[in-house]
């Protein structure tokens, strides 16, 4: 599915993701994303404690934007790539 919405991007989307990996960051992965609020039970997880792939999970902007404030301020996942979750 990504390929058909990516397409000739994906080679991009990897080298940028490398890079931030490379120089220490953290590389954040959501889902399908919603205009909700942010969830009170969200949670970020590395690719280690990931659920299962779902194409049907929904995260809001709201709560990854929350995830990624999160890390910036006290880094739990640097130089791998994290996954903000609804809860």
Do not use: C, Q
């Not at 949670?43 to 990854?64: I, K």
């Not at 739990?76 to 994290?82: C, E, I, L």
């Amino acid at each position: 599915m990504l390929w058909k919405v990516m397409g000739d991007r994906i080679p991009d989307k990897i080298a940028a993701d490398n890079a931030v990996l490379a120089a220490g960051g953290t590389v954040f992965h959501a889902g399908v994303l919603s205009d909700e609020p942010e969830s009170p039970g969200r949670r970020t997880v590395g690719l280690d404690a990931a659920p299962t792939f779902d194409l049907t999970a929904v995260v809001s902007r709201e709560t990854v934007a929350a995830a990624m404030l999160d890390e910036a301020e006290e880094p739990r996942f640097p130089g791998t790539v994290a996954l903000p979750l609804a809860g």
